[in-house]
């Protein structure tokens, strides 16, 4: 199977579970300010009302390392950003951070939502219930090395100074690295898919294992008989023999 039949098989399935979600990108300008000496939780610089008209303005995606107003600045840093938003019954509403360099601490309108450490991997925190129609985003971002963090710290090798054999060859990075996105759900939606292709080539055909992961929070049970599949092969739906196996679905397509 290739990645266009892979792809169009992802989308069949969350079609089917009527769980497309919307997008809004937060994206773009926010407020930056250092914390060196790490005030600002105490100070609750994270509640509306802050003044911040000596902040600074930057655009997320944003390094502040690499920014030449704070150019290799190691430590705590937070961003702020205000947003309208819409308030709908019967969704979730998620806030995703693609990537946020190195440890991550946010809040929303004032109540801290969750925490998130490494500087790679995605993560989201389901906000529903705290959204408004004017919203106060903070986030708390520190980017300290130490021997737990990735990359990190080493302790003193004996081919090297002291001083210098703590410290791998790599910039210390650090901010909101990656795009910032609002993400509204319906209450059951498709939260992520596994799919294991297996081709036979001697008949042309192809086997899928597929895992897909459901959340249901809308209170009302769901048996799974509603889903359905359809794989995509250049553009054309092909056809498809599959059926429900404890849970998993498992597909036959030509090739």
Known sequence: MSYLK???????????????????????????ALDPVGVGVEQEWFKPGLPTDKWDKVSVPHCYTVDPRYHYFTGTTWYLRNFPATVSEGVRTFLRFEA???????????????????????????????????????????????????PGSKTKV????????????WMNYGGITREVRLITRPELYLEKVKIDAIPDLNAGTARLAVQAFVRNES?????????????????????????????????RTGS
Not at 164 to 169: D, E, I, R, V
Not at 224 to 247: E, H, Q, T
């Open 158 to 169: 004996g081919y090297q100074s002291l001083n210098y054999g703590q410290q791998y060859p």
């Open 219 to 251: 209170g009302r049970s769901w048996d799974g008989n509603a889903l359905s599949l359809a794989v995509y092969r250049d553009g054309k739906k092909i056809p498809v023999d599959f059926k429900v196996a404890g849970g998993d679905v498992a597909a």
């Open 100 to 150: 946020v360099f190195y440890k991550a601490q946010v809040w929303l309108n004032g109540k801290m939502v969750g925490e998130h450490e490494g500087g790679y991997t995605p993560f989201e925190f389901d906000v529903t219930g705290l959204l408004a129609a004017e919203n106060l985003l903070a986030v708390r971002v520190n980017n300290a090395w130490d021997q737990t963090t990735i």
């Open 6 to 32: 892979t792809l169009g098989l992802f989308c069949g399935l969350a079609v089917a579970l009527h769980a497309q979600s919307a997008k809004t990108s937060l994206d773009g300008e926010w407020l930056f």
